[in-house]
């Protein structure tokens, strides 16, 4: 297990999705259906979604390296320019009624499976996942990567649900795009930096 990997994994994946869509779906949820059955069903989902990446960015390792740096220099640049008009248009639109439901004391595997069926729909071809592809095709360390990138999905799946409101309270949604961005920034610009040198 190369931990230097994980931690960037962990790192790289905790920025990009805390703003995303993710948080905000789980938040939601969490209103809805007791937070653990949440979390349960979302930590199912981000399971199948980290294995499939995984797998796939496996696969693109086989690909000369030079032609997964440029790739992955592009998914990181895409990830920016996302996150970038994400956190622009949250800015400009800031408003804190879309949480304003109440709970209701739904249990049992239904709160699961639809939390699972929530996020498995929602997390395909999204940022998290391109960027787990890219890392594990870009340090050829599948488990490290699936390491990482579950436990930062699990981690910010579990601050949705335990802190979600409180969090926003304090740090403003587009806040935590711009940050995500400067991380796709940040790595893109480190790829470039490794394929000319």
């Known amino acids: 297990m190369d931990l230097a990997a994980v931690a960037l994994t962990f790192g790289a994946i905790f920025l990009v999705e805390l703003p995303d869509k ?3 779906a789980t938040l939601v949820l969490a209103t809805k ?3 653990i059955l949440v979390w349960i069903g979302v930590g199912l989902a981000f399971t199948v979604q980290t294995g499939v990446a995984v797998a796939l960015g496996h696969a693109a390792s086989l ?3 030079d032609v997964v740096k440029i790739a992955a220099i592009v998914l990181f640049l895409v990830g920016a320019v996302i996150l970038f008009r994400e956190g622009r248009s949250h800015q400009e639109a800031a408003s804190g009624d879309e949480f304003a439901e109440k709970a209701k004391p739904v249990t049992g595997w239904r709160a699961v499976l639809a939390s699972f069926l929530v996020l498995f729909a929602a ?3 999204d940022l998290s996942q391109l960027v787990t592809l890219s890392l594990v095709a870009k340090y050829e360390a599948p488990l490290s990567v699936f390491v990482g990138a579950l436990a930062a999905l699990l981690t910010v ?4 649900v335990i802190v979600g409101r409180s969090l926003l309270r304090f740090i403003s949604i587009h806040v935590l795009h711009f940050l995500g961005a400067g991380v796709c920034v940040l790595l893109a610009t480190l790829t470039v930096y490794e394929l000319v040198s």
């Open 22 to 24: 993710t948080f905000l």
């Open 33 to 35: 259906y007791r937070p």
């Open 63 to 65: 690909l000369p390296p």
């Open 123 to 125: 997390e395909w071809g």
């Open 157 to 160: 799946s579990a601050l949705a």
